[in-house]
């Protein structure tokens, strides 16, 4: 079993799929808990976080690793039950009358593998729906994703919003898409990010997450 | 110099009497001439009024930058390389369009490809994408020559040339598009041998589109689109093998049928920005959107290869006028005074974008633009 454990691990860190795949599933066969085994592809994720940031990984490899995460979470659901589900910290989805998700998606994935619980709200979504959910969830986090400069009159909108109804403080607002300092400015945001990978780090620093910090066997799903 | 002359002498690195003037305008020309994005994009004929109010109004645009002819909205609808939503159609009349991600085709695709060859794939892609049958898609095909065709023709009555003779993607950014971002990952990590030979395929087909319809419009230079796949997202070997290969093969077929190929650089190219000099010097041309740092592309490409750049989408859209003018005048002095360079905005024009900030941009012309 040990052993087993072991080959997940680096059967993750080294990006090999399929590997994952029949390793997760003999793991499953064999009765390893499927906490443990989550815990093996977080480690086998933390190495792939630490081949990046020693840039011998890109984050294509990142990518990959949370692809591979993902097909991890379709055999081994997460449910209340076995303990894995994790109050979402970070609600994102892209402002109204924009449909682009390609940088929505990976950030997502990269942040729900690094055992941080994500509210998606998809694409397309109105004001008050983003101001709504850090309402009703306390997320610390609110990531607006935008590819079209109309985007930036309803992330504005957005913060205005939230500072109307006296939740901007509860809240660090973080855009992402095609901006930069001037768009985080003009929209009164707390930081823009145009890099999934930093995304993620952005993330990380808002939370008080260490880095290098071992992750934990907790994952969000919604 | 004609604009003609003036646009030749800044590919081959000299020095015009001005730095060309070519702004990537299209949807945001409708929206100043008063027409909804929606009839911009569906009225050719409307468009092209919008184009000439505005050169009118600035007589110192004098190329011709455009890929009406790739996007309007019957052809996008027909022969789109990715499923649009289209505005007035999908979308409310005055947005931009936009594309849908999604895995159009699968893995299994490629054997259709490597089977029956990329055009006949290529025909059944566009019907199972856009619900179309070949009689539209030959209409589309058609449409899209005669208004290239037009676009060249009308550019030229009003005293501008015309930048593309033709339109074309590099084969791994396009199955990328197709394929999706994710998935297309997934293939260069677990069917790498097998993508090498698609994209063979793919790139060999599409060379022999892009030469065809330079040698149909007469226009010497090819708009090559890249998206995606820079060293920005994957590793120098994957980036080697998948796409620098055949952007390589593409440059120098292009360069032996004697067409300029200009590459339209989305997101940011930095770390890629050597892999140019393995091209012949004033061969070949670069677009840059704004994500690539155009000073430091301009310190290692500089007096090698023609940059197009940069005034961004968010500068245009937030900007003071007198920041796009001190941003004009800064790539006019730094990267113009010495040729070889061409004033263009990042990418689009936003259909947002200020009119004063478009007053700007090309008042600095007038201004600075004289060599």
Same mark, same amino acid.
């Not at chain 1, 593998?113 to 994500?118: A, C, F, L, P």
């Not at chain 2, 259709?112 to 199972?128: C, D, P, Q, V």
């Given at each position: 079993m040990a052993n087993t454990r072991r080959m997940l691990v680096t059967a993750v860190e080294t990006l090999d799929e399929e590997k994952v795949v029949s390793l997760v599933k003999m793991g499953l066969n064999n009765g390893i808990s499927p906490l443990d085994l989550i815990e093996d592809v977080h480690q086998g994720m933390k190495r792939v976080g630490m081949h990046y940031e020693r840039e011998d990984y890109y984050i294509a490899d990142l990518i990959m690793a949370s692809l591979i995460f993902q097909r991890v979470l379709t055999l081994i659901p997460i449910t209340k039950e076995n303990g894995s589900e994790q109050k979402p910290q970070v =609600?994102?989805?892209?402002?109204? /009358?924009?449909?682009?998700?390609?940088? #929505?998606?990976?950030?997502?994935?990269? $942040?729900?593998?690094?055992?941080? %619980?994500?509210?998606?709200?998809?694409?397309?979504?109105?004001?008050?729906?983003?101001?709504?959910?850090? &309402?009703? +969830?306390?997320? #610390? =986090?609110? %990531?607006?994703?935008?590819?079209?400069?109309?985007?930036?009159?309803?992330?504005? @909108?957005?913060?205005?919003?939230?500072?109307?109804?006296?939740?901007?403080?509860?809240?660090?607002?973080? =855009?992402?898409?095609?901006?930069?300092e001037d768009v985080k400015e003009y929209v009164g945001a707390d930081y823009w990010v145009d890099d999934c990978a930093y995304g993620v780090e952005v993330c990380r620093h808002i939370l008080n997450i260490d880095v290098n910090s071992s992750s934990k066997t907790v994952v969000g799903v919604v | 110099m004609t604009p003609e002359q003036r646009l030749q002498t800044a590919i081959l690195l000299g020095k015009p009497d001005r730095v060309p003037c070519a702004p990537l305008i299209e949807s945001y020309a409708g929206r100043r001439a008063g027409l909804s994005n929606y009839e911009f994009m569906y009225n050719y004929e409307q468009a092209e009024l919008a184009f000439v109010q505005l050169q009118q109004e600035f007589p110192w645009w004098d190329v011709m930058r455009s890929v009406?002819?790739?996007?309007? %909205?019957?052809?996008?609808?027909?022969?789109?390389?990715?499923?649009?939503?289209?505005? %007035?159609?999908? $979308?409310?009349?005055?947005? @931009?369009? &936009?594309? $849908?991600?999604? @895995?159009?085709? +699968?893995?299994?695709?490629?054997?259709?490809? $490597?089977?029956?060859?990329?055009?006949?794939?290529?025909?059944?892609?566009?019907?199972?994408? /856009?619900?179309?049958?070949?009689?539209?898609?030959?209409?589309?095909?058609?449409? &899209?020559l005669d208004i290239l065709n037009s676009q060249i023709n009308r550019a030229r009555q009003r005293g501008q040339t015309f930048l593309y003779g033709g339109f074309t993607v590099l084969a791994a950014p396009l199955l990328c598009m197709m394929r999706s971002l994710e998935q297309f990952i997934r293939d260069m990590y677990q069917v790498p041998s097998l993508l090498d030979r698609v994209l063979e395929v793919v790139t060999e087909a599409l060379i022999a589109d892009g030469i065809a319809s330079a040698r149909k419009t007469g226009i010497p230079r090819l708009f090559i689109g890249t998206a995606r796949l820079t060293c920005q997202l994957i590793s120098v070997p994957l980036f080697e093998r998948f796409v620098w290969s055949s952007m390589k093969q593409t440059v120098f077929k292009l360069l032996d049928a004697g067409i300029t190929p200009i590459f339209h650089l989305d997101s940011d190219w930095t770390k890629n920005l050597e892999y140019f000099r393995e091209f012949p010097p004033g061969k070949v041309v670069i677009e840059l959107d704004s994500t690539t740092d155009i000073f430091q592309a301009h310190r290692i490409l500089g007096g090698h290869t023609c940059i197009i750049g940069d005034v961004g989408a968010p500068l245009f859209t937030l900007g003071k006028p007198e920041q796009v003018q001190e941003y004009c005048r800064k790539l006019l002095h730094e990267l113009g005074k010495e040729g070889g360079f061409i004033l263009g905005s990042g990418c689009h024009v936003p259909l947002e974008a200020k009119h004063e900030n478009i007053d700007a941009f090309f008042r600095s012309v007038e201004e600075w633009g004289w060599l």
């Open positions: =609600i994102i989805g892209t402002v109204k /009358h924009d449909i682009h998700d390609i940088g #929505k998606n990976i950030i997502i994935g990269l $942040l729900r593998s690094r055992g941080i %619980g994500v509210i998606d709200l998809g694409v397309d979504v109105p004001p008050d729906v983003f101001v709504d959910a850090v &309402q009703e +969830t306390g997320a #610390k =986090i609110l %990531g607006l994703s935008g590819l079209l400069t109309s985007s930036y009159e309803v992330m504005r @909108e957005i913060t205005d919003t939230l500072n109307k109804r006296n939740l901007r403080s509860r809240v660090q607002v973080v =855009i992402g898409g095609l901006v930069n | 009406y002819f790739v996007f309007h %909205g019957p052809i996008q609808k027909t022969i789109g390389f990715m499923k649009p939503m289209m505005p %007035g159609v999908d $979308l409310p009349p005055d947005s @931009e369009y &936009q594309m $849908l991600e999604y @895995e159009a085709i +699968t893995r299994d695709d490629y054997g259709l490809i $490597l089977e029956a060859g990329f055009h006949s794939f290529l025909n059944e892609f566009y019907k199972r994408v /856009h619900k179309v049958n070949d009689e539209e898609i030959a209409k589309a095909r058609r449409l &899209q």
